[in-house]
């Protein structure tokens, strides 16, 4: 199984970004996918997850309104749009596979992350 996170860099505050995550090797449609971010000194945290289906998204209180998370099947791959973003959203992003959950436990599959750093 792999992950794959791409999209990362360097942007201005107030700019946008679009992550992407491909997966192999993995029965992507039978797991919700998640984006989490990690930030030097910090803590994983839960950024947004989305369904299987579609049908059911979450996201932190942070990014609501500023993230969208969105899947194609067909792709096997994940997104996360990013905008409206501010120095704090600097961090390291990573997808994961797993259930739907803000819980990083939940999720048993993970990618090695790619870095945005947001600009003031």
């Known amino acids: 199984v792999q992950l794959v996170e791409s999209g990362g860099g360097l942007v201005q505050t107030g700019g946008s970004l679009r992550l992407s995550c491909a997966t192999s090797?993995?029965?992507?449609?039978?797991?919700?996918m998640g984006w989490f971010r990690q930030a030097p000194g910090k803590e994983r945290e839960f950024v947004a997850a989305?369904?299987?289906?579609?049908?059911?998204?979450n996201a932190a209180d942070s990014v609501k309104g500023r993230f969208t998370i969105s899947r194609d099947n067909a792709k096997s791959t994940v997104y996360l749009q990013m905008n409206s973003l501010k120095p704090e959203d600097t961090a390291v992003y990573y997808c994961?596979?797993?259930?739907?959950?803000?819980?990083?436990?939940?999720?048993?599959?993970w990618g090695q992350g790619t870095q945005v750093t947001v600009s003031s």
């Open positions: 090797g993995l029965s992507f449609r039978s797991y919700a």
């Open positions: 989305l369904h299987w289906s579609g049908s059911y998204r």
């Open positions: 994961a596979a797993g259930s739907i959950s803000s819980i990083a436990g939940e999720y048993h599959y």
